[in-house]
Structure formats: C-alpha cells, structure tokens
C-alpha cells in the first residue's frame, strides 16, 4: 500500500500541476494525496451505490451538512493511516502539516449540519443505504473576524482550489423551473467513508448552473453587464448558507434556495426509482423514505406531489397518498423564530403551482380537522396557511408519517404544546430520537491519546463501533495509575489547543487553569450573555479583594452570530471587551483569562472538546432541543455545567448528577417561575449583579456608540412592547448558576477525584453514540436494514 501510495501521490502531481517533488507546494502535495485517497476508495464507492439502489433507501434533507475536513477522517476510517503516514514521509513531508492545508469545507454552520454530517458517517459505518442531499455552497455562512472586538463577516472562500473530494456527475444534471428563471442543478458528489466497513455512502451536493450562462448579442452590444444577469441571479441561489433574511428579497432568495434543492434532489430519487422498478408510482414509497431535518428541506413535500401530478400523470389523490407515506419529519427547535414561515406573495412569485398545492393540502388539513371537531379558531392556528402566510412546520407535520424530537424534553414539549392539536389526532405519528455523535471523529480521530488508552484497556478497538462496551471500564476509577494517566492526556491535550490559541489569536494561555468552555451558535437562548457576567462577577471580585487567590481558569467562547442579529453581535462585543480589561489587567491575569477564537469551526473543535475540563451547556429551560456539543464534552471526559435542558438531563441520567453540576429550575415547575418573574428585583437584590448590569451603560466597556450595550441592558430589564424583559432569564438564573460554577472550581482542586468524575463521563457516553441514533431512525423510521457491499 505504501509504494501504491508513494507512487499514485507523484502521479497526480505530475498530471495535475505538473510538477515533481522538489518544486510542489504543501498544497499540492495535499491535493495529489487526496486524489490518491479517492483512487483508493472509488471501487468499493460504486459498489455500494450499485447494491443500493436495488432495495429500499433512505434520503437525508439538510439545508446543511457541516462535515468538517475529509482527508484525516478518510484515512483513520479506511483503516491506512499508517501507510499514509510512511507514504508522506517517504515524500519528505509531515501529514500533520498536510492536514493543515485542508480548509473545512463551507457546507455549514451549528449542530444541525454537524447532525447531519454525524448521521451519515454511522449510516455508512452500520451499512444503511442512506444518501444525504443538500446545496454546494460556494461561501458557506461566514468567515468570522473580530475587528475591535466587533464581529465582522466575510466570504468564506473554501473553493479557492478545487476540492478533491468533490466529484462532478454531470450525467445526472436536472432543470429547476421558477415562474422566472430556469436552473440547472449539477450534481457533485462527495463520498462518506465508514469505519471498519467497505461500504462508501454519498452526500449528493446541488450545484446551481445557469440554462442560458451568457447572452452574446447583449455582450455584443456593449451591454456587458446585461449579457451575465442570468448567471448572476443564479449564483446567488448557493453563494452563502441562510442569506440574511431581514428584507424581503432576502426573503424570496431563501425560498428560491431551499426549493432548488428539494427539487433537484427529488427529481434524481424518481429517475433511480424508475430505472430500478418502473413506472408504477404506487410502490415510491416502499422502495423510498426521505427525512426532512427540520424546515428547510420542507418544500419537498408539494414539490414530490407536482412531480407526480404534471410530469408523471398520477391522480391528486394517490399522489397525496404516496407523498404522506414517503416522508419523515425532525422538529429541532419550539422557538417561534425558527418555525419557518414564509409570505404567500413569495410563492405566487416563484411558482404559482406549488402556491397552488399548498392551498390544496391545507384545503385537506382543514377539513380532517373539522372532522375531529377543531373549532374555528384551532383550525385557523394549525392550518397550513393563515395571517398571509405559508407555515412550513404545519405542513410537515400533517403531511408526514412520522415526526420526531431529539431529546426527550424536547418531544414532550412538542407533543404537549408545540403541535398538541396535531399530536390529539396522530399520536402514534410522534417518536423521539435523541442526537448523538459519531465517535469516529470526535473521539479516536480527535482524541488519540485517550483512543488509544482506552483501546488499551479494552484490548481492541470494537468500541469505536460500539461505544457502549465502555462501560466495561468503568471499574478503572478505583485505579489511581489509569486515573493519573487520564489526568495527563488531558494535560498534553491543553497543551496542543494553549499552543494552537496563542499561534491563531495571540493570547496565552495557561494549560494548568480550568478550561471553561462554552461554544455554540451565539444565541441569546444559549446565554452567553449570563457566561460574561458571571466572569465580570469574578473579575470585580478580585479587584476588590486584591491578594485573593482563586482556582485559576481559562473561558473560552466560540461561535458565530447570524450576520442580522443584532443582540447576538453585541454579547459577541460585550464578551471581546471582558477579554481585553481581564486579559490586560496584572492584578488579575495570572488567574483568570478570557479567549474568544475566532472562526470557530470543526477544526477548532476537534481541539477544543479534547482538552476541555467543563462544559458550559447552560441555554434557558425548554429552550434548546438536544444540543450535541454537551455529547461531545462528555465523551472526552469534560464535566457539564449545566440547565435541566435538552439532552443534558439524559447526559446526568447516564454519568450520575453527582459527576456533573446542575443548576436552575426543571420545565414543569419554570413557566411557573417566568410567569412572577421581575428581572428589576434580581437587578437590585442579589449583590453584585446591578453593578454587572450596569457596565453595559455606565462606561466601563465602549460600544463604539452603536447602541448594542444599550439594546441589551433595556431587554434585561424593561424589555419592549413585544416581549417582556429578560425572557430567557438571564439575571434569574445568575445567582444559582455562579454558585454551582464555584462548586465545580473548587472540585477541580481535587485531582483525583476530579478524573473520577470524567471517567464516569467517558464510560457512560455511550448513548450518545450517533450509531444508537441512526439505528434506531433505520429500524423504526426508515425500515431499512443493513446492506454491507460484498
């Protein structure tokens, strides 16, 4: 395999650049090795696709699939790291290095795409014919920077040079109608590799191509700009994830996107369906289950009905009847926010048809409410269309036959409140799937100390594919020698992300403090907010007791703002200008530091979550669906600081309350809470927490005069004619949580007892194996079984 290797890499190079050894950049030694990985793993590839497509599959509907680099994951999962590693070698070079000049691919942005790129990595690991659909963005959401502690977007250019693992399959292009354009959508396809299997999955990626690209008469009349509107207008359809909705146009973009996909995709499943089975229509959905993970994908549903209808001749009736058993429905949020809806003017803009189905599926649901005897007003609030608008979780959930959370608070709050009318009629409908993780790269490929730890006392790696054989080991604890050595992974794993830090942001960082950890999407349900004040809390402290010394701790924050979100860029202002007094103030800085990394994405995180000591998992009550971040922490041995929220309380189910630190009320008793809750007396009574308040406008930290520090202090505390002050309940929570922080410092201070602790952690991850997850999607959802490739 090495020489195979030495000599493929030195192939490519020469037909791809050509150049030799001594004159090829890191780059292109990474580009030659990779295409040397994709000859490795292209047979076994259209084996699988070929073994599919005679049985039932499943399709995977995502706006977004965050799959982070593919050339480390490929080659840990194909089982040739070793070879690879002596290959390069050979060639003079250090794979490390190489890895390096992968740029993480812009395909998304927070744990919904990091879900979807999870799920497809166990579908192929545990041999389900799975393929994943989405959109190839040329610049994904954003690359963040900070200037002046203000979060600043900018492109990010992923494509610069062509990526390896892209493969264009131009044999399967389709067109997209609009009322106002036609697009082609050119398939690329990139593989998914599992670990300890020949089978090769696909995400299918759709990139938009415009039908007539350049108009030669207007170019030739001058009127240069004229002559490439079209392919302009069609660019913007993948140029950026989720573009900024707040106009109307952005609006229609957004609409205009998510069908190109659903589209495209759908027209590919039924030119598979036929080629393999005919044209029987009848049979689509025995042969074919298609998950929506969450809205965006959701015109998929009258789009599948328009297919059937106009292009294949299928009566409305058996059409309705097909597309209610083909697709499956995942819910991740009950904020109102993120429960797309959409104007009906967009619809009759961009393809009056599919306005006009719509209305004919929400005639249906209308009238199977009445049925049930709905009153007026219930049927108003449930119906598909009303106030003008098109509400897209309503269509899914009536129209699919299955509709599922992803943590079990999270169902339950679905089933009791957010579709109730829904769940009264069709209960058996309604299941839960809590998320999880691929412990493939975040724990053996992240992690390879620990891996090879617990590979060692395991005596084989079947874990990594069974990840609940790890409580096998719990019996370890007791064993001072493995504890210590957890202890020093731990160590030398602060040690790569103090050392990645300081090169990336230029703040040093001590690999001996407490690394508290809170990185997600900037969210102001996710509280990042209640994080800074906490730290401010402690900051004023020691410089009011100077001489004091505490358990020394490293915060660290990451995560990005929607680009249109005001709130959420002045917590990210707010948090730099904590950093700046903390990190340049003596008094305190040998203590206590504060780092805000910039363009957090799954490189940064898969150094992030091995040398992490806790977890900041602290999102309001009932406010966040399941969280998989909070699963990743765990399975590399970080305690959680956290609500009673999301899968967090399944986490303490497994790894025991006592090994992690809980805070705040539990749903049934907080709507309660909120109800009497007056953010004006936590302001004045607890100590300390009116002075914290107060720097947001008092002139200890500096907006820039953009008013964001004002913006937050008056939603604390007066809130505005639409919603009541501080509803995510950020100063009710504040006094609980910095008291249950405290307790988690001072346990720190008792090493052993501390590694105890995340060795129970560790042990009792094994739930959250996104292999437990897909299987059960498989086997209770999807009905698919098995289909290792010969």
């Known amino acids: 395999m090495k020489e195979h290797l030495v000599n493929s890499i030195k192939a490519n190079l020469a037909a791809e650049y050509g150049k030799n050894l001594k004159h090829a950049t890191k780059t292109e030694i990474w580009q030659s090795l990779s295409r040397s990985i994709m000859q490795v793993l292209t047979e076994n590839w259209e084996n699988t696709r070929e073994t599919y497509r005679k049985g039932k599959q499943a399709f995977y509907f995502s706006a977004e699939f965050l799959v982070g680099r593919s050339l480390l994951n490929n080659i840990v999962n194909l089982g040739i790291y070793d070879e690879v590693q002596q290959a390069v070698q050979e060639l003079g070079f250090d794979l490390q290095d190489l890895e390096e000049e992968e740029t993480d691919p812009g395909l998304g942005n927070g744990g919904l795409g990091r879900l979807a790129a999870c799920f497809l990595d166990s579908s192929t690991t545990l041999n389900y014919p799975v393929t994943g659909y989405g959109i190839l963005y040329r610049y994904g959401l954003l690359k963040q920077l900070f200037e002046n502690g203000f979060q600043k977007e900018y492109p990010d250019e992923w494509m610069e040079y062509p990526y390896p693992f892209n493969v264009k399959r131009s044999e399967d292009r389709v067109m997209v109608r609009y009322q106002d354009l036609d697009v082609i959508a050119e398939p690329y396809d990139l593989p998914v590799t599992g670990f300890g299997t020949k089978n090769v999955n696909v995400l299918r990626l759709w990139k938009p191509e415009p039908a007539e690209a350049f108009d030669f008469n207007l170019f030739n009349s001058q009127r240069f700009d004229d002559a490439v509107i079209e392919r302009n207008r069609v660019s913007d359809i993948f140029r950026v994830l989720y573009p900024n909705d707040t106009s109307y146009d952005g609006k229609v973009l957004r609409v205009r996107q998510q069908y190109f996909f659903v589209s495209a995709s759908l027209q590919n499943i039924l030119k598979i369906y036929e080629k393999e089975h005919g044209t029987d229509y009848s049979k689509f959905a025995d042969f074919n289950s298609i998950q929506l993970n969450d809205t965006h994908p959701v015109l998929g549903i009258p789009e599948l009905i328009r297919l059937l209808v106009d292009e294949k001749d299928v009566e409305w009736d058996q059409a309705f009847a097909i597309t209610r058993k083909t697709f499956a429905f995942t819910n991740h949020t009950t904020l109102a926010e993120a429960l797309e809806k959409w104007e009906i003017s967009i619809f009759q803009f961009l393809f009056p048809r599919i306005r006009e189905i719509i209305q004919k599926i929400d005639n249906e649901l209308r009238n199977e409410l009445r049925t049930c005897h709905f009153n007026s007003d219930q049927i108003e609030k449930n119906s598909i269309i009303h106030d003008g608008m098109v509400h897209m979780a309503n269509m899914a959930v009536y129209m699919s036959y299955s509709v599922n959370g992803v943590a079990r608070i999270h169902t339950n709050i ?331 410092f001072e346990a720190y201070q008792d090493k052993a007892s501390w590694a105890k602790m995340c060795w129970q952690n560790i042990c009792n991850s094994g739930q959250f194996s996104s292999d437990r997850t897909i299987a059960q999607y498989a086997e209770e959802i999807w009905k698919v079984t098995p289909e290792p490739i010969a």
């Open 414 to 744: 679905l089933q009791d409140t957010t579709f109730n009318c829904y769940f009264k009629i069709w209960a058996d409908k309604f299941n839960n799937k809590t998320n999880g993780v691929t412990p493939r790269r975040w724990l053996r490929t992240c992690n390879p100390k620990l891996s090879a730890l617990l590979t060692e006392l395991l005596g084989n790696e079947d874990w990594v594919t069974d990840l609940s054989l790890l409580k096998k080991l719990l019996p370890y604890e007791k064993d001072e020698k493995v504890m210590q050595r957890l202890m020093e992974i731990k160590r030398e794993n602060k040690v790569v992300l103090a050392n990645y830090i300081e090169k990336r942001e230029g703040i040093k960082i001590d690999p001996d403090s407490v690394f508290d950890v809170q990185v997600k999407r900037i969210h102001e349900y996710k509280r990042q907010l209640l994080n800074a004040f906490a730290i401010l809390d402690q900051y004023f402290y020691l410089k009011d007791n100077p001489g004091t010394k505490i358990t020394p701790v490293t915060y660290i924050f990451g995560g990005k703002s929607a680009p249109g979100y005001f709130r959420a860029k002045a917590v990210i202002k707010f948090i730099n200008e904590i950093a700046k007094k903390v990190n340049n103030d003596p008094d305190v800085n040998d203590q206590m530091k504060v780092v805000f990394v910039q363009n957090y994405n799954v490189s940064y995180a898969e150094k992030i979550f091995p040398a992490a000591d806790l977890s900041e998992q602290i999102s309001t009550v009932g406010k966040e669906a399941s969280g998989t971040g909070n699963m990743k922490f765990m399975m590399n041995g970080a305690l959680t600081l956290g609500t009673y929220d999301g899968a967090n309380i399944e986490i303490i189910e497994f790894a025991g309350e006592e090994n992690n630190f809980m805070f705040g009320s539990n749903l049934k008793d907080f709507p309660a809470t909120l109800d009497f809750y007056n953010s004006q007396w936590q302001y004045g009574n607890i100590p300390g927490l009116k002075r914290i308040v107060d720097s947001l406008v008092d002139g200890t930290f500096n907006d820039n005069d953009t008013g964001m520090f004002r913006e937050l202090y008056n939603s604390l505390l007066y809130g505005s004619n639409w919603e009541k002050a501080d509803i995510y309940y950020v100063l009710g929570d504040f006094a609980d949580y910095k008291k249950r922080r405290q307790d988690a």
